[in-house]
């Protein structure tokens, strides 16, 4: 990090102190002027001002360490800068409430009750825990400074415990950016760094306080024990840790052309953005896919668009996590628009993120010590582990990595363990498409690899955000939102609920006995409370129509068929088991029974990998254009 970006990101980060100074003062004021003491308003308060405490904390240290062999890596300056954006996206948000508090003083209100009006109190329960999660990374960010070297920072930041805690505000402010005050923050981003660095410092006579108190030293330590010192890490948030992956997504807000979808609220691009990766400014589905987009977005369809029929259909995409929702849309995008060259190449660095990060969670779970040690490859797990953000924006392997990720991945004492897990269901998470990238790493790391239609279908990354497909079938225009199903994505769920013409439901057939990402149990207990809860849902119409598409068919081994039918949800199946249609038709009836509406209209179809990409729009098409009537 060269010296006047690490001074200019200090000068940033105390500015935006100055900011959340002001918004404290603000909400102090008006709990003052009215004397009263409303607790949740003193949480507030109290929250930012943790947070500024914590904010002015980081600059100071960031500004002593600077020189020194600890001084900020790009790893750090990174993860700061997300927590720096989450933080701005926050305080933007409370300062557009609190405007709106202002202009609206003649309404007969009393003051805590407009505050009330504005914030209420379920926004307030939100912001209390965005706040704690900020206040968590920046802990973390501040806790890795005690490292000796750059190096050492690193290393703790790309602990899965730390990508767990910096992933958490990634997802927070881009909840924040898609649903809420959208609009107020590229206003408050127009402040640039310089501007906020040279704001006259606002600073508290309990900040000291706070910095000392025995709350925010123990929030200290704990961090220290969970993140900077292994020896002493807290075994149980270890295991959780680990069944989290450990992404690190190229985080934008301004690559992606924004809309509005009717009347959700749109975010205006940046017009600082300097972002000139050509592959960022493609407004095609496949892209903005795989970014953690802190927006709703529009893609292009990249369908012949034949006459639009003013039939019109919003079908929303929903269902748990990996379960295929994305798939499905890249499905449907390939098989009516092959994907072009320019569009295969934006995936390679998501192809080569699942990679790497496949391996990192296997060598973790299947215990580094024990494959370095016996089998010779301290070295390169060492080097798998080490591997940062700057070696993978080349697009390419590098040699050493490659080499690592294929000798672990070949290692006979690799191999067993991979057979073990799958043979005796042990737990822990691995994404869908592991084996299938790993066994693929000698072509991945050619470097004119470009990948195949099956590459880019079996890639993954967590969607954040709406992202909408749009196409003409059969003389209706079907308008696809696909929404994240992480747990924090569904919130977005129930916002749109109301839009939808049609509920289209990927439900992944063979996931029991499978750890749930976000939920570390089983996903398809998960995955079958998720049903029951959303299709009896209050703001689902009393005639709703679903689709469940029954997802990753290629994965129903007989194994697997034996898991789900052992399951107390799908009991009393007596006929043949070899016979996947019969299975399928029974896991559909006991989904059908949790249905308590009696008009709700639900039809069952299927979609899987392994066959062409056309095949599986198809079946998908067919089963939504039989539903009638939509
Ligand atoms: N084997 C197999 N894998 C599939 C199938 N469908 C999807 N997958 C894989 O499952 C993983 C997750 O798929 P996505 O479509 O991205 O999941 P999603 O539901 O959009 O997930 P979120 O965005 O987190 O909600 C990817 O690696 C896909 O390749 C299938 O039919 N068979
Ligand atoms: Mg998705």
Redesign the pocket.
């Known amino acids: 990090m060269d010296p006047a970006s690490v001074i200019g990101l200090a000068g940033a980060v105390a500015g935006l102190a100055d900011i959340i100074a002001r918004t404290v003062m603000t909400l102090s004021d008006l709990r003052n002027a009215y004397n009263q003491s409303d607790f949740k308003l003193s949480a507030l308060i109290c929250q930012l001002s943790t947070l500024k405490a914590a904010l002015s904390h980081i600059a100071e240290m960031v500004n002593t360490s600077y020189g020194n062999a600890s001084s900020p890596s790009t790893q750090f300056c990174e993860d700061l800068r997300v927590s720096m954006y989450g933080c701005e996206a926050m305080v933007s948000a409370l300062d557009t409430r609190l405007a709106k508090f202002h202009q609206n003083e003649t309404n007969g209100l009393t003051i805590l009750g407009k505050i009330e009006v504005v914030l209420d109190e379920s926004t307030i329960d939100e912001y209390l825990s965005m706040l704690n999660n900020q206040t968590n990374a920046l802990q973390l960010l501040l806790t890795t400074l005690q490292c000796q070297t750059s190096l050492a920072i690193d290393k703790k930041l790309q602990e899965s415990s730390s990508r767990r805690i910096i992933n958490q505000i990634r997802d927070d402010t881009s909840s924040l950016v898609s649903l809420y005050d959208t609009a107020s923050l590229a206003s408050t981003k127009s402040t640039g760094a310089q501007d906020i660095a040279t704001t006259s410092p606002i600073s508290f006579s309990f900040d000291s306080e706070i910095v000392t108190s025995r709350v925010y030293q123990t929030a200290m330590r704990y961090q220290l024990r969970v993140s900077g010192n292994d020896d002493g890490a807290d075994e149980s948030d270890i295991a959780s840790s680990r069944l989290g992956i450990n992404r690190r997504f190229s985080f934008s807000v301004h690559s992606e052309k924004a809309f509005d979808l009717e009347d959700s609220p749109s975010v205006k691009p940046d017009q600082g953005d300097t972002n000139t990766n050509p592959a960022s400014k493609i407004a095609s589905y496949p892209s903005s896919?795989r970014r953690e987009t802190a927006k709703i977005v529009q893609s292009t369809t990249f369908l012949p668009r034949t006459e639009r029929s003013n039939v019109s259909k919003k079908i929303l995409?929903i269902?748990?996590?990996?379960?295929?929702?994305?798939?499905?849309?890249?499905s449907l995008s390939c098989a009516f628009d092959p994907f072009d060259e320019q569009t295969r190449q934006t995936y390679i660095e998501e192809i080569i993120e699942?990679c790497v990060e496949t391996m990192r969670l296997l060598v973790i779970e299947t215990d580094i010590d024990r494959v370095g040690g016996d089998s010779g490859l301290r070295n390169e797990c060492r080097l798998l582990m080490e591997d940062n953000d700057d070696r993978r924006a080349s697009l390419k392997m590098c040699e050493g990595l490659v080499g690592a990720i294929s000798s672990i991945w070949q290692s006979s004492e690799m191999q067993m363990r991979f057979d073990h897990r799958r043979q005796h269901q042990e737990m822990y998470y691995l994404?869908?498409?592991s084996e299938?990238f790993l066994n693929s790493i000698s072509r991945l790391a050619d470097p004119n690899y470009l990948p195949t239609d099956s590459d880019i279908?079996?890639?993954?990354?967590?969607?954040?955000g709406v992202c909408t497909f749009e196409f003409n079938s059969a003389g209706r225009t079907y308008n696809f939102y696909?929404?994240?199903?992480?747990r924090s994505?569904r919130r977005k769920w129930i916002e749109l609920f109301p839009k939808a013409d049609v509920f289209m439901w990927?439900f992944?057939i063979c996931c029991s006995g499978e750890v749930s990402q976000d939920h570390g149990g089983d996903s398809m207990e998960e995955q079958l409370e998720l049903w029951e809860f959303v299709v009896n849902h209050h703001r689902i119409d009393f005639d709703a129509n679903f689709v469940v598409i029954f997802?990753?068919?290629?994965?129903l081994t007989p194994e697997a068929i034996s898991r789900l039918l052992s399951m107390e949800f799908f009991r009393g199946y007596e006929k043949d088991r070899t016979d996947v249609d019969m299975v399928l038709d029974h896991a559909a009836e006991r989904l059908a029974t949790v249905v308590r509406g009696t008009r709700i209209n639900v039809s069952f179809g299927r979609?899987?990998?392994?066959t062409s990409p056309t095949m599986?729009a198809e079946e998908a098409m067919r089963t939504l254009e039989q539903l009638n009537p939509i």
Do not use: H
Not at 320 to 330: F, P, R, V, Y
Not at 459 to 464: P, R
Not at 551 to 555: I, N, V
């Open positions: 896919t995409l269902g748990s996590s990996e379960s295929g929702k994305s798939t499905l849309i890249k699942n994404p869908t498409s299938y279908l079996r890639s993954y990354c967590k969607t954040s696909d929404v994240g199903g992480a994505q990927t992944d997802t990753k068919l290629d994965k979609a899987s990998i392994a599986m």
